[in-house]
């Protein structure tokens, strides 16, 4: 049913044209009888992305998003899996949501969906989900969060880094320390003076990240930090990561692109957690990406309806959609400027975020016995962002108006096409 | 100028003259008539749109669009705890349906008035938002010390207190720097933004070494909930450190004024005595208000409506 | 509003390709004569006060008064009354910078006022300096003394005291140069505003 292809020249990885073959599901290594041919000539295939960090909203917010229209744009975007958060209503601290949430996505079809568990019960930071149920269950979850709000209680964190350890899995912490950010409103610096809106501090992420690479190093188990955005955080993850702890850390595409200035106009398409930082900021974290710092990036698409966002700043709701424009917001960010070439991009697009989620059929080398999982991609395209124009149910892109380079073409999930000619297979 | 006074960053040095001498020239053509009325705005809509509860400013817009012949709206949005933005763009929305060439917004949100600005055709003046702005307070201000001391280019300027969350303060060292001022910040570090040393004004923590090179000292109010937000530690060491008395007000230049937005708290920020001095100005600042929002609305309203501006 | 012109508005228009109509002799002769008209007209100058319209009337009005004290062996209250905020056609451009106006101490009640300009066009002016002059309080009487009258009316309006009646083309522009201002006293007749791409101000007291 997934039907052969010939995928004719073709660049893996940006390298030398070659043709791939696509049979079962799996990459092979002759032309299957019968194949569609793609005529790829100068695109450039890259193993399907693979997302850590994606807020679905299904159940409970469906007028921002489904599961479906995520996972549409998802695809879209060359992505092949995608983390759902756990933050929906009700929140996926269960079994039975967060096998819901699988359900949904392999219903839909377009990526497979790996649902993230909540760390805490309701994300209240009080008590541990039943986090081994959940990675029993039919979801098989690894990766344990409560984005959106930080497990604080430094004891409470310990013996979740620790319990996951028995089913290999990581929790995701997202590093903001509540009471330096009590109404916080954007990054704290010289444009939250100007501005008059409540400052987010650098030091109430970098606190708790130091804090928990001590804890991860203490009980001897993995910590994975989520949307890292401020240079002290990369320095923070480069000293862990020189003590040889295991610690990993994700950058969305937005803090690698845009600065807190952008908030001057007030307008709350640019209001996000963690905030909008500083152009020192996002060069230490592109730097950071380039040399392994940071592992992977992740897009943290958060969806909102028009009228949370359609509101004075302090009413908005926090959060930015991202899976349509990642690939070509890292392109401009890492590729055009010469830090990454298309082989760094399929490293911390797809390679190592498949690591950290252990998702084994991801990630995968572009060679024969791979699963055929992959994304092909125009590199000399140029494109203007329409926010009207997408699949997500939701349309708070920041990057509304801006040309970008590169262009997902096509999008294969286990052999079957999910995006051809950049539409909707 | 531009169709809007959202920041007092939006004046330039000579649109906020033109403002000053403006606000000079309706005082003049209003002094001693028996009818304190201008036809200039006939015809012309003001929305007074206040979020928040603010008797003095939205009586003193009242007054300066009446007395400018305008048709004046009170929207009293009352509902600071509009959780739900949408109901600015409704409002908005239902004031344009209205014809409104004017409005006049007064918000618990920083930026409300930039958003406002976004959604309507009509001018819209900034009357505070949040702790970001409040630029007719600080034409007004500089329009006192102009009044006072004929000047504000190169005078010594102090604004005392929680500069953080001050509106007054932003729009004040915005426009009076942009006027050639020299202003100093005073204020407990706590009340102090990060970032502030990137503002055009010197910064001090000590209020008794600026005092005497003081041409102008402006005391800021304090707000209730900053008195148990831990920004210092009782009212009473706050007071004594920053608070102007009669003994420090005694160290000011000979004709320094002494300045205060209102309203006062009295015997915490500002002792009785100074704020009935003869340096005060701040029954001067009220009656200034008017004819400096006269000013405003007669620069932002009083032409075409459609940007033909010279 | 940052554009909006001050006292120092330029004169519109090319001066030196217009043809002179009255050199200072002249101008000052008129000015006499009219200050003569205004003490025979009022039985003397007691009661009466000048009040230019900003800008050129103003100093029309400074040499009027001085030239009917002289008559008179008095001193006339003179002084200048803006009329910006009066205007029938503030929203047909962007906004204006306010004139001084400065009414003599003692006001206007039950004075004979002799509102000066320097030309007289349309009439429109007047009408709004006459409803400034009414908020100002209730003279006597009122008179218009203007040195140059180009006809063209659009409103029931004349003048009392006239220093030239010129008749012009509505393309044609006076230039009314004074000594306070400009090098030289002088009028003169131009062409229509050859270099102008915006539309001719209503209000410019010294061109049109």
Known sequence: MSGAWEIKGVRPLGGDPTTLYVEGGELVGERPAGAQSIDADGLIALPGLVDLHTHLREPGREDAETVATGTLAAALGGFTAVHAMANTDPVADVAGVVEQVWRLGEEAGHCEVRPVGAVTVGLAGKQLAELGAMADSAARVRVFSDDGKCVHDPLLMRRALEYVKAFDGVVAQHAQDPRLTENAQMNEGEWSGVLGLAGWPAVAEEAIIARDCLLAAHVGSRVHFCHVSTAGSVELVRWAKSKGWDVTAEVTPHHLFLTDDLVASYDPVFKVNPPLRTEADVTALREALADGTIDAVATDHAPHPLEDKETEWAAAAFGMTGLETALSVVAAAMVDTGLLDWAGVADRMSVRPAQIGRLPRHGQPLEPGSTANLVLVDPDVRWTVDPRITASRSRNTPFAGRELPARVIATFLRGRPTVLDGKPA | ?310 | MAAAPGSNRPVTGDPSIARPVLDATDLARALTRISHEIVERNHGAQDVIVLGIPTRGVALARRLATLVGEIDGIQVPVGALDTTMYRDDLRLRGVRALEPTDIPAGGVDGKTVVLVDDVLFSGRTIRAALDALSDQGRPRAVQLAVLIDRGHRELPIRADYVGKNLPTSLTETVHVQLEEYDENDAVLLGPADLGRRTPPPARGEAAR
């Not at chain 2, 929305?93 to 309507?120: K, N, Q």
């Not at chain 2, 307070?137 to 500089?142: G, I, M, N, S, V």
Request: a neutral charge.
């Open chain 2, 1 to 310: 100028m531009n169709r809007h006074l959202l920041s007092a960053a939006d004046l330039s040095r000579d649109d906020a003259l033109l403002v000053l001498d403006t606000a000079a020239e309706m005082d003049v053509a209003l002094a001693g008539r028996s009818i304190k009325k201008l036809p200039t705005l006939r015809g012309r809509t003001v929305v007074n749109l206040f979020f928040e509860d603010s008797t003095r400013t939205r009586t003193s817009f009242e007054v300066a669009a009446k007395r400018l012949s305008a048709d004046v709206i009170n929207f009293a949005a009352k509902g600071s705890s509009v959780s739900k933005g949408e109901s600015l763009k409704d409002t908005a929305l239902t004031l344009e349906a209205m014809g409104s060439d004017g409005v006049v917004i007064r918000h618990s949100a920083s930026g409300a008035p930039h958003r406002l600005a976004h959604w309507i055709r009509g001018s819209v003046v900034n009357a505070g938002d949040g702790t970001h702005e409040h630029p007719t307070q600080a034409l007004l201000d500089a329009y006192t010390i102009r009044r006072r001391t004929g000047r504000v280019e190169g005078l010594n300027i102090a604004i005392v207190g929680d500069v953080l969350h001050s509106r007054v303060a932003r729009s004040n060292v915005l426009l009076l720097s942009t006027l050639g001022a020299e202003v100093t910040v005073v204020a407990p570090p706590t009340l102090l933004p990060v970032g502030v040393h990137s503002w055009p004004c010197a910064v001090s923590y000590d209020l008794d070494a600026v005092l005497p090179k003081s041409d102008a000292v402006m005391m800021l109010r304090v707000q209730h909930e900053r008195m148990t937000g831990g920004f210092f530690p009782t009212v009473r060491e706050y007071s004594r450190r920053y608070g102007l008395d009669a003994i420090r007000m005694a160290s000011l230049p000979e004709d320094s004024i002494v300045m205060h937005p209102g309203p006062m708290n009295r015997g915490v920020e500002i002792a009785a005595e100074v704020a009935d001095s003869v340096r005060s100005t701040i029954v001067e600042q009220v009656a200034n208000g008017v004819s400096v929002r006269m000013a405003v609305l007669y620069l932002l309203l009083g032409g075409a409506m459609d940007g033909a501006a010279e």
